[in-house]
């Protein structure tokens, strides 16, 4: 296929992490080409990958959405029998229309020790380092599997995870660990918040604004619904503290509301889009029966006039939030790998990690660049940053090699 990089030329010359590194910026410019956005196509991408990772004799599974436009891909290396670790990536992409870039985002471009371009840090640079050690992961004796698994839609709520979860957990043995290679400058990352976001769409019925009382205005609904739902967010049960999240405590934010047409016309619809974050210490099923009643509530006076008035909830955004124990194994694993001198810590954006979590696979978010330089123009990722990640993938592969390294974990988690 072409632009593959040649292995048995870029795996010559310098130290090994410097040839992982030059590979892996030889392999992040093409991933930049593919023109991945999130809601888009991204088979191409998926297809040089399985064509990189055939190369190699690993043979992927690609995961198709119903579309059958954009996929997942999940790859194992070692013994696939035996519990291994799982190394998570998305391969989409933010869009970069109406962004200031000095180069066209869709093309890298290489100066000063960076590679700039849509994906270089949010996350193509980590899907390009895995793919760059792809040749020592195949050349170790591993004892234990790792297992690569690319996701699609991430950008769009983590939308294309669950069914390559859901494949991750049927594995012949379930992984033990996660690492989700999201960037966070080498900080491991143990806990994030939740998050649900809805639309809800109020119709009621239109009229002559001069006979407002025989119509059903669906602004005053959705309006009131905004309200309930600001109170809710203020209420005492909500703002329970979870020590390392920041804001500490769940939130409720309503980010859209239009309704109506004109001024003489009694608005027949109206449409609200609001999301919740929340803690591990947040009861989100209760949560959202609270919703549903805010709801109910608003409808009721717009029913008493129009029976055919309704609202419809449709669902945007669903995910899980992370909580790993900062005593648990994983974390410290994961700690060793990273060289991170940093405490494990929060975030306050959302990642695949809580999907893996709930599947029962303990995940811990850590990768090279800095989420400060995800979504924007000029977009890069260090070459130094390259090589530090490079090191965690060496030390794993050093861990994987050991006899019995899962019995280690599955014996300090029983402790
Ligand atoms: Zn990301």
Redesign the pocket.
């Known amino acids: 296929m072409e632009g593959l990089p040649a292995p048995s030329i870029l795996g010559t010359g310098g130290d090994a992490t410097g040839a992982n590194v030059a590979r892996a910026v030889d392999i992040l410019s093409r991933l930049i080409e593919f023109k991945t956005v999130c809601g888009g196509p991204n088979l191409d991408a998926v297809s040089y990958i399985a064509a990189y990772l055939a190369q190699y004799g690993v043979t992927s599974k690609i995961i198709h959405d119903p579309s059958g436009t954009k996929a997942s891909i999940l790859a194992s290396i070692g013994p696939v029998g035996r519990p291994g670790v799982v190394l998570s ?2 391969t989409d992409v933010v869009p970069a229309d109406d962004q200031n870039w000095s180069t066209p985002p869709f093309t890298a471009s290489r100066r000063d020790g960076r590679v700039f371009g849509r994906g270089a840090t ?2 193509k640079g980590f899907v390009a380092l895995v793919l760059a050690h792809l040749p020592s992961f195949c050349a170790a004796k591993l004892t234990a599997p790792i297992h690569i698994a690319f996701s699609y839609d ?2 769009l709520g983590c939308k294309g995870a669950p069914d390559l979860v859901a494949a991750v957990a049927a594995l012949p043995a379930k992984p033990v660990l996660c690492i989700i290679g ?2 966070t400058k080498m900080r491991v990352v143990r806990g994030h918040k939740g998050k649900v976001a809805r639309r809800i769409t109020i119709s009621g019925r239109g009229g002559h604004s001069a006979y407002p009382d025989r119509g059903a205005n669906a602004v005053y609904a959705a309006a009131q619904i905004a309200t309930g739902l600001r109170a809710l967010g203020q209420e005492s049960a909500l703002r329970e503290e979870a020590p390392g999240f920041d804001p500490r405590y769940a939130t409720v934010h309503v980010g859209s509301l239009h309704g109506g047409t004109a001024l003489n016309l009694v608005p027949e619809k109206a449409v609200l889009e609001f999301e919740i974050r929340f803690t591990p210490k947040t009861d989100i099923k209760a949560l959202l029966r609270r919703v549903d009643l805010i709801v109910e509530t608003a409808l009721a006076p717009l029913q008493a006039v129009a029976p055919e008035a309704y609202a419809q909830m449709e669902n945007m955004i669903d995910y899980p939030g992370l909580d790993i124990p900062a005593q648990s194994p994983a974390t410290s694993i994961v700690q060793t790998l990273s060289g991170s001198k940093e405490t494990p810590s929060t975030i306050s ?1 959302g ?1 695949e990690a809580g999907l893996y979590a709930a599947a029962g696979i303990p995940s811990l978010v850590c990768g090279p660049g800095d ?1 400060a330089r ?1 979504h924007i123009a000029d977009e890069w990722i260090g070459t130094d940053e390259l090589a530090d990640a490079s090191r965690m993938f060496d030390r794993l592969t050093a861990l994987l090699s050991r006899p019995g390294w899962d019995a280690l974990l599955q014996y300090q988690e029983a402790r």
């Open positions: 990536a998305h949010d996350m991430e950008e999201e960037p954006f990642t989420i995800a």
